[in-house]
């Protein structure tokens, strides 16, 4: 194998998965190429082979990075095309059972069985921040604005409430309010935010040519993430500021109770009258919600963020690099075997 492998990042199109991604190549350092994939009808990961429009061609690359269930499938595929010599690293959880992958750098709210391939980091990955701007605390509060993400709920009633409740926090502290939304903000939430958020404060709605999000964080005096989103929480605690989580409402009716009992008795505790069950989780022909308020609980009680209301912690400088330095120390043993 070359000095420096060639590694491709399969996209399935979101944008927290690629940054993750992103940061992880960066970090390693090694020559790496986006493969975006796009796939037609069904997004479901039985049909993912069948569905991909021009899936990736040799030659093949040392190393795959993927970050999706559907990206997972494409992996899997190109390692056996390349008669097994494409690694492969998954972020998150993927659409199999780990022991079909080198490596599988997970977080708390996927609750993936132990296993030796299995790196349970304590964060998503997130990019080194550049230098911080502002450590005086006199920036703006910025709000990082998410979307629906079952069971966490996102509407234009829930954007009012969180506009409003952002708003009196930030003039309580004699702050301005940045806010900035994400690919998956609905239309609905961003229309009740437009009228919510004027000037002086500033709304920033993902997409548009001047966003400043990176810049954002630099300058911040406190970050507000809602509590869909994983990857923007990570980049928060990377950028070191003070950090809370706003609590979405959620909808925890019978689906989310039946997945998560399924899931622990199947998968977690490999009870055998389960095993088809098991088999339908570790294929990804289904899968339990994300337990994302389980991660931010562990992260509360560390001190790393606080609850919205109950006063923000401050993220403790350099916990955020110690996941990422975890990760490429990983990648580079799988890389040397």
């Not at 429009?53 to 992996?75: F, G």
């Not at 926090?169 to 903000?185: E, I, M, N």
């Not at 909808?251 to 389960?274: D, I, M, S």
């Amino acid at each position: 194998m070359a000095d420096e492998p060639i590694v491709w990042l399969l996209s399935g199109g979101r944008k927290g998965d690629l940054d993750q991604m992103l940061a992880l190549a960066q970090a390693l350092g090694w020559p790496h190429e986006i493969k975006t994939l796009r796939f037609r009808g069904p997004s479901h990961p039985l049909f993912a082979s069948q569905r991909v429009d021009k899936p990736p061609a040799a030659p093949w690359p040392d190393l795959v990075l993927c970050a999706e269930a559907m990206t997972s499938v494409i992996a899997r595929d190109i390692k056996k095309k390349s008669g097994g010599h494409t690694r492969i690293i998954c972020l998150g959880r993927p659409a199999a059972a780990s022991q079909h992958f080198d490596a599988v750098l997970t977080t708390a709210q996927y609750r993936l069985p132990a296993a030796a391939n299995v790196v349970e980091l304590q964060m998503p990955l997130a990019a080194r921040p550049p230098a911080r701007a502002n450590d005086e605390g006199t920036g703006p509060v910025v709000l990082l604005v998410g979307g629906p993400a079952f069971p966490d709920q996102l509407d234009g009633q829930v954007a009012q409430d969180l506009a409003r409740e952002a708003l009196a926090h930030a003039s309580a502290k004699g702050r301005l309010l940045d806010v900035h939304t994400s690919p998956r903000t609905p239309e609905v939430a961003i229309a009740m935010l437009r009228q919510a958020i004027t000037p002086p404060n500033r709304l920033t709605v993902f997409g548009q040519p001047d966003n400043h999000y990176r810049a954002a964080l630099s300058a911040a005096s406190e970050i507000v993430v809602t509590s869909d989103s994983i990857s923007m929480l990570a980049d928060a605690l990377q950028a070191s500021p003070r950090v809370s989580v706003y609590p979405l409402p959620q909808r925890r009716g019978v689906e989310l109770r039946l997945g998560n009992w399924l899931y622990r008795k199947a998968v977690l505790e490999r009870r055998t009258g389960l095993t088809p069950v098991r088999w339908l989780f570790e294929t990804g022909m289904i899968e339990t919600a994300a337990d994302r308020r389980s991660l931010i609980e562990r992260l509360v009680a560390d001190g790393r963020v606080g609850w919205f209301g109950a006063g923000a912690a401050r993220g403790r400088p350099g916990a955020a690099h110690d996941d990422l330095d975890t990760a490429v120390r990983h990648v580079r043993q799988v890389m040397s075997r």
